[in-house]
T-cell receptor, first 116, second 114 residues
Framework: GENVEQHPSTLSVQEGDSAVIKCTYS??????FPWYKQELGKGPQLIID?????GEKKDQRIAVTLNKTAKHFSLHITETQPEDSAVYFC???????????????FGKGTHLIIQP | DSGVTQTPKHLITATGQRVTLRCSPR?????VYWYQQSLDQGLQFLIH???????AKGNILERFSAQQFPDLHSELNLSSLELGDSALYFC?????????????FGQGTRLTVV
């Protein structure tokens, strides 16, 4: 089955600086890579996703890059703000034609701390 | 607010008991997924239902079962509970059958087995 590794487990950055979280996956059939943000006491919130036919996607201060050959993808947050402090999870899944039903395989999470 | 509703928010029960967790998906979503989140195992996929039918199983124990009803709400049944079953249980919904579409998570049910 799929295995997703995520690094670092904790990341502390100064407010206004950039943060980068990296993930690797093992299953070459995986073709959908979402990122979730989880705040204390809440469920994971989808913040951005990328599919295997795209190398990069950006949404305001958040961007995700995907390297299919190396099987790794990264989350980039620029101009970090205190409200970015949370746990971030990467995930991967294989969505097969006709409606695949595989669940998401998550990384272990990164605790992002924004220092004021 | 993701639009996914889970009840109850908290549940405390004794070992050996049975509980039922409930999930109402976002309006229009046909897929419901159940996940377990624990400190040692992280977020793990349990099971997926689409329009009332089971589509995939992940790391779900035989003591656990789920179903999705005609109104698309889903229930996760956990029986013969053990201390190690204490965890956060999330459901997520998606409009598609495959996980290639956006999945939106509920706020979760925190289960404590004592």
């Amino acid at each position: 089955g799929e295995n997703v590794e995520q690094h670092p487990s904790t990341l502390s950055v100064q407010e206004g600086d950039s943060a980068v979280i990296k993930c690797t996956y093992s299953d070459s059939a995986s073709n959908y890579f979402p990122w979730y943000k989880q705040e204390l006491g809440k469920g994971p919130q989808l913040i951005i996703d990328i599919r295997s036919n795209v190398g990069e996607k950006k949404d305001q201060r958040i961007a995700v890059t995907l390297n299919k050959t190396a099987k790794h993808f990264s989350l980039h947050i620029t101009e970090t703000q205190p409200e970015d402090s949370a746990v971030y999870f990467c995930a991967a899944s294989a969505s097969h034609s006709g409606g695949g039903a595989d669940g998401l395989t998550f990384g272990k999470g990164t605790h992002l701390i924004i220092q004021p | 607010d993701s639009g996914v509703t889970q009840t109850p928010k908290h549940l405390i029960t004794a070992t050996g008991q049975r509980v039922t967790l409930r999930c109402s998906p976002r309006s229009g979503d046909l897929s419901v997924y159940w996940y377990q989140q624990s400190l040692d195992q992280g977020l793990q996929f349990l099971i997926h239902y689409y329009n009332g039918e089971e589509r995939a199983k992940g790391n779900i124990l035989e003591r656990f079962s789920a179903q999705q009803f005609p109104d698309l709400h889903s229930e996760l049944n956990l029986s013969s509970l053990e201390l190690g079953d204490s965890a956060l249980y999330f459901c997520a919904s998606s409009v598609r059958a495959g996980q290639g579409g956006e999945a939106f998570f509920g706020q979760g049910t925190r289960l404590t087995v004592v």
